[in-house]
Each structure stands twice: as C-alpha cells, then as structure tokens.
C-alpha cells in the first residue's frame, strides 16, 4: 500500500513538474497584462483551494456532530422527510440577515443572498430543475451550507422541503430595491 502511495505521489510530482517546466517556458512570451492575469488567476485559486479544504473540514466536522448525536442512526439514514421537516427559517427584527436553521446548527443568509434564493425558487422550469439550479448556487456560492444541512444532491428530500420552505416563507416577498 505504501509503495502504490509513493507511485501516486511521484507521478502528481511529475505532472506538476511538467506543467510547471510549460508555465515557465511561456512566460518570456507573455507582456505584463497577461502575466498579471496569471498572478491574479493563480492567488484565486489558491484562495479556492484553501476554502475546498475548509470546507471539506467543516463537512467531516459536520458528520462526526451528527454521529454523536444520534448514536446508532447517522443523519443520512434517517428518513428525509423527517430529516426535512427539522427545517426553518427565522429572520432577525432588522430583517437584515435570516438564519436557516436544521435540527440545532444554523446558516445565516445576508438579505441579498435570500433575494437570490426566492428568485431560484420561483423561477422558470420543474421542480427538479428549480433543485438543480438551487444546488448549484448553494455550491457555488455557500458551500457551508452542506456542513448545516446534508443534502446530497438535487434529489435530496432535504433540498425539496427547503424550495418550499422558501417558496412558503417569502410568499410576498418584494426583494431588494436596485
């Protein structure tokens, strides 16, 4: 086993090596406005590589929590609809931020995040195509929401009871003004 993780390693040294070696043989190519591009390309992803860690920490956090409070019965065994009915969504009284809160853990949502997730909601297309785009902005946008609420996909149950959830909870919902 230790020998086919040496291997591993070895060859993701080389590829980075090698792709390294090709970065630097078309830097003298380059003028100043495309290798500022590549400076600016290169501090983003590393800040997305540090935030995919953080979150992948935050996830496993999330699933040893849940483990230990329900001994025996994990929080992906339970059945989705009960899973879906511990959801809510509470705003502050300055109406400013809402938190959606699942069994004891919570997510805050500024009030511009929320006006994005009601115009998801009742947006154009089925119900499974409302989830999709729903999961998607979730994952592009507030991954940490995973760690609160473990919706597997767009099929998750969980996800279905929030659309609702939304769609219930901001009915009347004016949106913000440009």
Do not use: C
């Not at 020998?3 to 070696?21: F, H, M, P, Y």
């Not at 979150?55 to 994990?74: D, F, Y």
């Amino acid at each position: 086993m230790a020998r086919k993780t040496a291997n591993i390693e070895k060859g993701k040294d080389t590829v980075q090596e090698s792709l390294a070696a090709e970065l630097k043989s078309l830097i003298p190519r380059l003028d100043t406005e495309g290798l500022a591009f590549l400076v600016e390309q290169a501090k983003i992803h590393l800040y997305n590589m540090q935030v995919q860690a953080l979150n992948a920490e935050a996830l496993n956090k999330a699933a040893h929590t849940a483990a230990a409070r329900t001994p025996g019965v994990s929080r992906s065994s339970r059945s989705p609809k009960s899973a879906g009915g511990d959801l809510r969504i509470d705003g502050t009284e300055s109406g400013s931020s809402y938190y959606l809160r699942y069994g004891n853990d919570d997510v805050m949502f500024s009030r511009g995040e929320i006006d994005h997730l009601v115009k998801i909601v009742n947006g154009e297309g089925t119900d499974l195509e409302i989830r999709e785009r729903l999961y998607r902005w979730f994952d592009r946008e507030r991954r940490d929401i995973f760690a609160v609420v473990p919706i597997k996909d767009k099929f998750d149950d969980r996800l279905k009871a929030l659309v609702a959830l939304i769609k219930k909870n901001f009915k009347n919902w004016g949106g913000l003004k440009s």
